[in-house]
């Protein structure tokens, strides 16, 4: 059996008597108290979470961009220095190997963070494409650095209290994925405004010998702003309100970026990048418009959920989708699911079913996301 990896976070989450999952290979805390707690938190202050399961892979060369550019769908390129982009890795076939942010720290440096469970597969596939590269070297700093987020409609003000004085300019002016660099307890913290729970929210990076440090000072400065530490069942619940995809639920290498609703393949750049000749046909093709399925909302009356899994039926009863993700909506007080339908039924307002354990039970499609804070 393959030894869990431990968070530099470990001793902080077991002074606070958090639960524990395996998530990607990592012992991560799946709650402290209560899971709906520490949801409606996130939504009414802020919620401490820690991030350090994802990886932290380091691009650097003066031909970095056009790489990154042959190796992601996106335009890195076109991604200015100080700012940082959603992405995807795609297979030849055009299927989702990994959903990635992309930071560009500087004009020939970037840092790559993929998915937990993905991270040696983008490293390889990020070593086996730098081979026509001579001049990029890829850098995998996973196991030295931590990741911390703090997200909800007070994280601004937390983190404005936290940094240094004449550094809280850097904190209230940083746009939305855009990244910066600023003190904190006298360490140097790669702060970048991001997030997975719909919220206002913000991603610090820092060496882990110094993550304890940085965890408990923010704890401390969230104490008057109903900051609560929050595990991942909350994460979970916080990004399908948010309509925000998972990867090996709602994308995979069986799915398409255009199946998945992700407008993020740059067509128009000029580098032959993986997948691209399959991505054109399937466009084409109408994949996920006109044909084949395509990723939707679903929401009930009930607050009985359509888990993973659970066969969506037409009207008439005939097997037309998937639901990859589905739990009751804290915030919105009923159930909601995502799933993957033919296209046909894909249409806000359609009426569907949806098996749930033996009863079928009827579900509206609607847009994404459930949920948009403000």
């Not at 610090?204 to 900051?227: C, H, K």
Request: glycine letters at 12%; charged letters at 25%.
């Amino acid at each position: 059996m393959t030894e869990l990896r431990e968070s530099a976070l470990a001793a902080e989450h077991e002074a606070l008597g958090a639960s524990f999952t395996d998530f990607g290979g990592w012992r991560m805390p799946l709650k402290y108290t209560s899971e709906l707690a520490e949801h409606q938190a996130v939504r009414s202050a802020a919620g401490l979470f820690d991030l350090s399961h994802m990886g932290e892979v380091r691009v650097v060369g003066e031909n970095a961009s056009t790489f990154l550019n042959t190796a992601l769908v996106g335009n890195l390129t076109a991604l200015a220095p100080g700012r940082a982009k959603y992405s995807v890795m795609c297979d030849d076939d055009g299927g989702i190997i990994d959903d990635l942010i992309i930071y560009r720290l500087e004009e020939h440096q970037y840092l790559v963070v993929p998915n937990a469970g993905n991270r040696e597969t983008v490293v390889g596939e990020l070593l086996r494409h730098a081979e026509d590269f001579g001049d990029v070297e890829i850098w995998d700093e996973t196991e030295g650095i931590a990741l911390i987020a703090v997200q909800g409609p007070a994280a601004e003000q937390i983190i404005s209290s936290v940094v240094r004085l004449d550094e809280t300019y850097l904190v209230e002016g940083l746009d939305y994925y855009a990244q910066t660099t600023v003190t904190i307890g006298g360490d140097e913290v790669l702060l970048a405004r991001t997030g997975y729970t719909g919220e206002d929210g913000f991603e610090l990076f820092i060496p882990e010998d110094r993550a304890g440090a940085l965890w408990r000072n923010l704890r401390q400065g969230g104490e008057d702003f109903g900051l609560l530490p929050c595990g991942l069942a909350c994460r979970d619940s916080l990004r399908l309100e948010a309509g925000m995809p998972l990867y090996g639920h709602e994308l995979s290498t069986r799915r398409t970026p255009q199946e998945a609703g992700l407008r993020v393949v740059a067509f128009s750049k000029p580098e032959d990048f993986v997948g691209r000749a399959a991505l054109e046909e399937a466009r084409s093709a109408g994949l996920g418009r006109t044909s084949g399925q395509r990723l939707v909302g679903l929401t009930a009356q009930s607050k009985r959920a359509a888990r993973s899994g659970y066969a969506v039926l037409s009207p008439a009863g005939d097997s037309i989708g998937e639901v990859t993700s589905g739990a009751p909506s804290p915030t919105l007080g009923y159930a909601i699911a995502m799933a993957y339908v033919d296209v046909a039924y894909a249409q806000p307002g359609t009426s569907l079913l949806v098996d749930v354990r033996g009863k079928v039970l009827p579900f509206e499609v609607v847009e994404l996301p459930f949920y948009t804070r403000g």
